[in-house]
């Protein structure tokens, strides 16, 4: 049962295009979703994150987009680079009564290739 | 300030051996995460730490697996006996407090033969 799901595994674009990348979720107590990118043979680095009680949060080239009524996310990535190939994997956790986070749930990730 | 260290970075062991792996989080980091990946699949957590103690261990195969994080800092995770299936790269992350990001090491890739 996947809580968390990315069906797109890869995704081209032109360098200078926009990137979209789209994660569902089926949780309703997740209230904390992130997005992490990862290269080859590194642990994921965090990218950016959106909380809950927002539609939408930007940081610089990146901006994640909520919709919790669709319980649907997206990362836009604009302009695309050829740095940003990678893959990208979105995640989510919820609150817990002690004030902490769960650990996150994470999708199965899409690869991003970006071409010059 | 120094990311989160594991060791070692790759390990090949024979089935039904033991493996451990060593974690170092983020000076001050209460929460500690153990993730496992397979290949092609997003990382899986196996376990949660607040400090010393477990928060989250529902996730982890208890008959082969162990973690432990003895004074609340470092953290080792262990396989015994390991199985083929077990071949995957072993995640450590650490969150400094409340519901933000989690930083993660650069894994230990374990492969069983």
């Known amino acids: 049962d996947q809580q968390v799901k990315q069906n797109s595994p890869s995704l081209s674009v032109q360098e200078g295009r926009i990137s979209i990348l789209n994660c569902d979720y089926t949780?309703?107590?997740?209230?904390?979703f992130l997005w992490y990118k990862k290269y080859p043979a590194e642990g994921p680095t965090f990218l950016i994150s959106i909380s809950s009680i927002k539609d939408k949060n930007e940081d610089g080239r990146f901006t994640v987009f909520l919709n919790k009524s669709a319980k649907h996310l997206s990362l836009h990535i604009v302009p695309s680079q050829p740095g940003d190939s990678a893959v990208y994997f979105c995640?989510?956790?919820?609150?817990?009564?002690?004030?902490?986070?769960?650990?996150?749930?994470f999708g199965k990730g899409t690869h991003l290739i970006i071409q010059p | 300030e120094a990311g989160v260290a594991q060791s070692p970075r790759y390990k090949i062991i024979e089935k039904r051996q033991s493996v451990a792996f060593w974690c170092n989080p983020i000076s001050g980091h209460a929460t500690l995460y153990w993730y496992q990946q397979i290949l092609g699949q997003g990382p899986k957590l196996l376990i949660q730490f607040q400090n010393n103690g477990v928060v989250d261990d529902s996730q982890l195969p208890k008959d082969r697996f162990s973690a432990e994080r003895l004074k609340g800092v470092d953290s080792t995770l262990k396989i015994q006996p390991a199985k083929l299936e077990d071949s995957a790269v072993y995640l450590c992350?650490?969150?400094?407090?409340?519901?933000?990001?989690?930083?993660f090491g650069q894994g230990t890739r374990l492969t069983v033969v």
């Open positions: 992350a650490s969150v400094g407090g409340g519901i933000s990001e989690a930083f």
């Open positions: 949780n309703s107590m997740f209230d904390y």
């Open positions: 995640a989510a956790s919820s609150m817990y009564s002690g004030g902490g986070a769960d650990g996150l749930t």
